[in-house]
Each structure stands twice: as C-alpha cells, then as structure tokens.
C-alpha cells in the first residue's frame, strides 16, 4: 500500500502540466484578508477553508501583505533570506518550490502558579506548485514545553497537547514532548473541479469558532472533492478519527479508529448574500467483534446521508446544519450556523429541557477598516450549545476525534461571546481578544458538557438547560504585539500577555501569563477554554 500511494504521488508530479496556492487555515491570516474576502464587491465562497489562491483578487491580496512593511531591499543572500525571502525558492516556468525553518521559541511567567514556561519548537514548511493544476503544502514539528498550569491540567487529563497529538511523555509530568505533522496534495484539473489529499485540518464557517466543523481537534486523514458550477460550491470530504478513550482490540492496532463522511454546499445567491447547507456522519470503525470498517453507504458524494443512516438502522452519528452570511456594509458582514444533533419539535415546545433536543447556534459580525482606519479588522461572536450536543453512546461515534472537539472547544452545554481585534502598521502587528462564557461543569454527575461521555449515563429525560450543573463563569483576555521579521512565514519577534479565570463554588482559578519570543508559521493554537 506505501509503494501504491508514493508511486501515485510521484505519476501526479509528472502528469500535472503554476499550480494555486494552498493558504494553511490561520484565523490571523485569514482575517487580514477580510478587505476582498468580505467585500461586497466580490462573489467568493468564504466558509470552506482552508482555501486555494485561486481568485486573483486573493493573490493581489496576499502578495500586498507580504510586500506591506517590506519596502527595504536587502542586497547581502543573509538579509534577503532573514528579511524578504523563504529559506529556500525555486521558480521556474512550470514549477515552483519553497523551504523554511519554522523556529517558535518562546519564553514566559505564569505569574499565580509561579512556573516559567517556554516553548521549543523545530519546524519546517515546504510548498509549491507543478504546472497549473497541481500544487503540494507539508510542515512539520518537534516540540519541547513547559506550560501554564490549566494547560498542563488539561494535557494531563486529555492526555493530548491542545489540538496537536499525545504527548510522548505521557502521565502527569510537567515537561511535555511531541512531534506534529500536516500534509496537503491538491489536484485542479479544471475550473470546476478540485481533489484534496491530506493529513491536516478542516474549518466550515465565516467566523473565529464553528459549531459545524472547526480546527480544534488534532489533524487528520481525508480526501476531498470540490465542484464548482456558477454561484455554487459544493464539498464533499471523508475523514478518519482516532479515539484513544475506547479500549483498544490488541496493542499492534493502535488507537480504536472511526469514520466522518461530510457535505457542504454553499450558495452565493449575490454578491451579499450566502447560504450554506451541511450533514455528517460519524461512524465506528469496528464494533466489539472486529467488524464493519469503512461504509461504502456513504461513498456516494451527493446523497443525503440522514436517508441512508436510517437506512442501516440508525446506529450512526448524523449531524445538520445550517451557514449563511450577509455583507450588511462593504465592510461588515453578518454571519450566522446552526447545528442539529438531535432535535424533536414537540419536545422543544413544551419547553421541559428534554436531553434530546441537541442543537448549537452562533451569530457574529465580522469587518475591516473599522472607523475608517485601514487594516484595522475585527470580529464579534456568540455561540452556544445545549447539554448532550455533539455526544453519543460512546466517545466512538461522538463528534470527537482523539478526545477533542470536531467544533467547539468548550464541548456543549455552554454560552460564549467573545471579540478579536488585530490591526497591522507596516512591520508591526497588534492584536486583541476578549472571551467571557459561562457553563456548567459535570460534577460527579453528566450533565451534558463532556462529550465524550455517554448520553446513557444521564439520569433524567427533562430538566437540561444551558448552565445546569456546576456553573462556572469564564473570562480571557489577550494582547499580543509583534514585529514582523518575514512576512513569507510570519517569522516575528513577539511580546504577548494574557488572563484566564475559572470560577465556580469549588475553585476560583486564575492565571496571568506573559511570554517573549520568536516565532513563525500562521497555524492556530488555541489556548482560549
């Protein structure tokens, strides 16, 4: 099977006749794309990403931030390199290839817990493109840490680094270690078609969180399929997850394994207006006696899938929802998703808090050039999710993938606002967050937050509401100032701080943390829950 997949990598880098360029998903980045993104007068499908630089407005775009603070020419190879160039550049008519060193070396102070944390990572990226139709992106990491104490509380208890991998280390020592990898091999053979091959992460949506398909989780294997006709984009992807939470059948098959089949489809009814449509299925690998596998039900990429989960008996995980977005202003955009798990009309009426009404929503305001000052992007969001959503009968059809969310951090039974504010003049870059939620805690009883656990283990039909349970009240604030070194892969020199806090009854948690460092790459990593 390795020989079969690197001799069909290598035919693709043959057979392909200057590819689009793959945009790694970064809210950072992406924000700062917000002026055509969002534009009113542009008609681009915004809530698939990561994206292709296909539009031309999107690559004039992206090669303005590049050029934007960068106006000095550096003559010696050494200062080219440092401050205007990737590491290593190939261009030629047919092919292109890029190569860096991705240092993230950080420094800081938990100043309540009196820890010193600090961060070693050892990265690469390198991307590219063969012809006009074929295109490739792959990064790498290894990593050393010591960190925060809720963030240490947090690997120890998930037993995984936020969005990463499992630490190598494991138990509950302070020094965590681990390596960490992304891949993408796109193949464009016309306007209207697109293949995707990776190892990375998927985000559906217009804003900072998604209740319907997010990054938080840790990458995975996928193969997607695009189709492009007029004003409608239609994407349909299945993926592998991994539950490391169910016990394993023999050590030499690692991880319990499970399957995501997933369609979106997203029209841009004009240049204000999007609606987008969306179903999952999660569904185990194997059951108790070794058998099932992949599902070839779900093969099909424009079938309705509820239909055929009902059709094999319902014993899978589906999941619908809803995206949509409208450019109130040229530079404000309403967004707006909606997820169902499970939802029964009667029950909702009644009004009685029954556990099996599952559904999660969001509604933002996204911008650019806020008060007429130009780059100054912002976004404002709330989100919430009723008690159970996103669980199952176990963590192996849950909407998980090794023991984290598929959408939102926090998990469900939540209510969060949050905004996020970054703003960039020539080499410096400053950025802003504030999150304030509230949920509740399962305390010695499942009230519906944890989504690995079992909806089984419930103990009642009706009475979940948002915040039953140990209610907590959570508050984040960051603030972030850089000086950009090189834009090409955000190398930059960066001073940050932030404030979490945890209250309930039982605990009052807080931690001030300020870091220094150098860092690089435009990836996500989520510390804010």
């Known amino acids: 099977m390795k020989k079969f997949i690197l001799g069909l990598l290598l035919a693709s880098l043959n057979l392909a006749a200057l590819g689009q360029e793959i945009i790694p998903h970064s809210h950072y980045q992406y924000q700062r794309l917000n002026a055509t993104l969002y534009s009113k007068d542009t008609r681009l499908h915004t809530a698939m990403k990561p994206v292709l630089a296909e539009d031309s407005l999107i690559k004039k775009q992206l090669d303005s931030l590049l050029v934007k603070g960068t106006e000095r020419t550096y003559q010696t190879w050494l200062g080219r390199k440092l401050f ?4 290593v550049e190939v261009n030629q008519e047919n092919f292109n290839v890029y190569f860096d060193f991705l240092p993230d070396w950080q420094i800081g102070r938990d100043k309540e817990h009196g820890i010193t944390t ?13 012809g006009k139709t074929f295109s490739f992106y792959t990064s790498g ?5 010591r960190f925060s104490n809720y963030l240490t509380r947090y690997i120890n208890n998930k037993g995984i680094i936020p969005g990463m991998v499992n630490d190598k280390v494991g138990g509950a020592k302070t020094t ?20 995707t091959l990776g190892h990375d992460k998927n985000f559906i949506g217009d804003g900072y969180r998604s209740m319907l398909l997010s990054d938080v989780a840790a990458a995975y294997p996928f193969f997607k399929a695009t189709m492009s006709l007029g004003n409608v984009k239609y994407m349909a992807m299945w993926a ?13 098959n690692g991880y319990r394994k499970k399957w995501g089949a997933f369609h979106y489809l997203d029209w841009n009814v004009n240049n204000r207006l999007s609606l987008g449509f969306f179903d999952s299925i999660i569904w185990q690998d194997a059951d108790a006696t070794g058998k099932r596998g992949f599902d070839a039900s779900y093969l099909n990429p424009i079938i309705f899938m509820r239909t055929v989960e009902g059709m094999n008996g319902s014993p899978d995980n589906a999941l619908l929802g809803l995206n949509a977005k409208y450019k109130l202003l040229n530079n404000l955009t309403l967004y707006v998703q909606f997820a169902a798990d499970e939802f029964t009309a009667k029950e ?21 050039d806020a008060f007429k000052v130009q780059g100054l992007n912002y976004l404002v969001e709330f989100n919430t999710a009723r008690p159970f959503t996103y669980s199952q009968r176990s963590s192996l059809l849950n909407y998980g993938h090794y023991t984290e969310a598929l959408a939102h951090p926090m998990g469900a039974n939540f209510r969060e606002l949050l905004s ?4 960039q003049y020539q080499k410096w870059t400053f950025s802003a967050q504030l999150n304030r939620a509230s949920y509740g805690l399962d305390n010695g009883q499942n009230v519906g937050k944890d989504i690995n656990s079992s909806y089984n283990t419930r103990i009642a039909q009706n009475g979940y ?5 140990l209610k907590t009240s959570f508050n984040y604030a960051e603030a972030k100032v850089a000086y950009v070194l090189n834009p090409k892969y955000n190398l930059r020199l960066e001073v940050g701080g932030l404030f979490r806090q945890e209250k309930n009854a039982l605990m009052n948690d807080k931690t001030t943390l300020f870091t220094f460092g150098l860092r690089s790459t435009f990836r996500n990593i989520y510390q804010d829950f």
């Open 84 to 87: 205007n160039e990737h590491l």
């Open 118 to 130: 600090w961060l070693n990572t050892r990265g690469y990226q390198v991307g590219g493109s063969i």
């Open 141 to 145: 990491f290894e990593n050393q840490a």
């Open 176 to 195: 965590k270690d681990w390596a960490y990898a992304t891949a993408l091999l796109n193949f464009t053979p016309s306007k209207h078609f697109s293949f």
């Open 240 to 252: 592998q997850f991994q539950d490391p939470l169910s016990p394993q059948f023999s050590y030499d």
């Open 348 to 368: 909702v009426f009644k009004g009685e808090g029954y556990w099996a009404n599952k559904f999660a929503y969001q509604l933002g305001v996204k911008g650019f």
């Open 420 to 423: 996020i504010w970054n703003y």
């Open 465 to 469: 509401y948002i915040g039953n349970g």
